[in-house]
């Protein structure tokens, strides 16, 4: 069955570009047999937000830290009640290894030793820095405030650091790569952010969003 036909329920096969066309409680009604070209629920596994949601939700009952699994992410849900918050939270862990990197580099300019790619062991010595002011951080680390066991801990690895603060944003529910964007400041984000929502109801909350990333720049 086509698409441009929905309403249609006597088909063995319906093919459909996104889940949300296909009826999936209406597949074995009737003794029929029918098949549809997605699986139910399977935003759970392939959206990026869902699948981190449901990794740490995993990882946490079995008190495993996800980012021993997943890099370092986070999700700026715009329904949420805590959207501004977790705008800061990205912030003050972007501005926590920005701080590192500039003071570092500053250093070896004065010193007149400043190699155009730093070696293993200074992007491992800025990482201990940057981890030590992150798990040491009580807004990144908010949950220690409510259990008294925390398997997620928003340390840095060397996969993603190599002395550079490079960042990707992924709008939800875009595929083929659309929309992706990388950034390494956070006044590049500000403008990232302002693109995705102009024009649209999102406004409103992304100028507030806007406003928090633009009191961390200062």
């Known amino acids: 069955m086509e698409l441009d036909q929905p309403h249609l ?3 063995s096969f319906k093919w459909a570009p996104v889940s949300r066309f ?18 139910e629920r399977h935003d759970l596994l392939t959206t990026k937000d869902q699948l981190y949601i449901n990794m740490h939700r995993y990882c946490e009952q079995n008190k495993l830290n996800v980012f021993q699994y997943l890099p370092v992410q986070f999700v700026l849900d715009i329904s949420s009640k805590n959207f501004i918050s977790e705008v800061d939270r990205f912030c003050q862990y972007f501005n926590i290894a920005e701080k590192i990197r500039i003071k570092d580099e500053i250093a070896k300019n004065r010193a007149g030793a400043a190699p155009p790619e730093l070696s293993d062991a ?24 409510y259990k008294n066991f925390v398997s997620r801990k928003f340390a840095m690895i060397r996969e993603m650091y190599k002395g550079r603060n490079v960042w990707l944003i992924k709008p939800n529910d875009f595929n083929r790569g659309r929309g992706v964007r990388l950034f390494n400041s956070l006044e590049q984000l500000r403008k990232l952010m302002k693109e995705f929502s102009l024009g649209n109801e999102m406004d409103f909350y992304m100028h507030n969003a806007c406003c928090q990333i633009l009191a961390n720049e200062k």
């Open 9 to 11: 329920t006597l088909y």
């Open 22 to 39: 296909i009826n999936f409680e209406q597949l074995g009604l009737h003794g029929q047999k029918k098949l549809a070209n997605h699986l």
């Open 122 to 145: 200074d992007v491992d010595q800025q990482l201990v820095k940057i981890n030590q002011m992150i798990l040491q951080n009580k807004h990144i680390q908010a949950e220690l405030k």
